[in-house]
């Protein structure tokens, strides 16, 4: 089995000034990555989205709510962000859209990656992939018994149609002791994450589960019946420095 990380992880989405997201993406890779990790969070990603050339996903993951705090508390507190947050800030129009999530399941979590990360300036050592975050809104709270749903019916179709999820995560809806960074805290959503090669290798999942008779007959009624709306799709780019990737 592979090791799991982070019980808390955060999907933040940015709205960034138009043509200043590889400005944001240059620094952040730079700046902010091991600055980071050394006080207690991972950087478990960092993204373009394909579909809005002003739009910066990430995600980041902690051990537990406390140390959440004492991480956020250390980096934004210290020297590397006060000496480059208004640079940062620069680019951004809105950084509020934030999902708390935790893992769905005890083995739902993200995997530890397998190969370091570049030192900045240095190529990837794997290929370019993307990633596909799934996010389903939910009438009401994804319980223990959706959770089995979704890996009964849900993610062997998923894997039948070249999808199989990284990750698969939920709302966490422990308080945010750091209100300085808001989260979303009035939505119930369940988030899978999975890697594909290029853009065709997407569009065929999704063409795949749409002529899929079980995914129409076993899960969308159940899905209809759960989310409030339909479900949000980001297609991400890996940046050069991304551990998911």
């Known amino acids: ?5 982070c019980p808390v992880v955060e999907l933040r989405q940015y709205t960034l000034h138009p043509g200043r997201r590889d400005v944001l993406i240059d620094l952040f890779d730079r700046e902010f990555v091991e600055t980071q990790e050394a006080v207690g969070a991972t950087v478990l990603g960092q993204f373009r989205d394909l579909d809005d050339p002003d739009k910066f ?6 051990e537990d709510m406390p140390r959440r705090t004492e991480a956020l508390e250390s980096f934004y507190g210290g020297p590397v962000w006060q000496a480059h947050r208004d640079a940062a800030n620069a680019t951004m129009v809105d950084s509020d859209d934030v999902l708390l999530l935790r893992p769905a399941s005890a083995r739902s979590g993200f995997p530890m990656p397998a190969g370091a ?3 900045p300036g240095e190529p990837a050592s794997s290929p370019p992939s993307l990633v596909l975050a799934t996010i389903w809104y939910g ?8 959770a089995e749903f979704f890996q009964q019916q849900v993610r062997p179709v998923l894997a039948e149609t070249g999808g199989e999820p990284l990750a698969y995560l939920q ?3 422990a308080p945010n002791t750091f209100p300085a960074l808001p989260v979303r805290t009035d939505e119930e959503v369940f988030v899978w994450f999975a890697r594909f090669t290029d853009e ?3 569009d065929r999942h999704l063409n795949g589960l749409r002529h899929s008779e079980r995914w129409r007959e076993k899960v969308l009624p159940t899905l209809s019946e759960r989310c409030a709306r339909a479900p949000q799709q980001l297609r991400l780019a890996p940046t050069e420095r991304s551990s998911l990737r």
Do not use: C, N, T
């Not at 996903?57 to 902690?62: A, I, P, Q, Y």
């Open 1 to 5: 089995m592979k090791a799991l990380q």
């Open 57 to 62: 996903v990430w995600l980041r993951g902690f």
């Open 117 to 119: 990360r570049p030192a």
């Open 139 to 146: 009438r009401d709270p994804f319980d223990a018994a959706f």
């Open 171 to 173: 709302s966490e809806h």
């Open 200 to 202: 065709d290798h997407i």
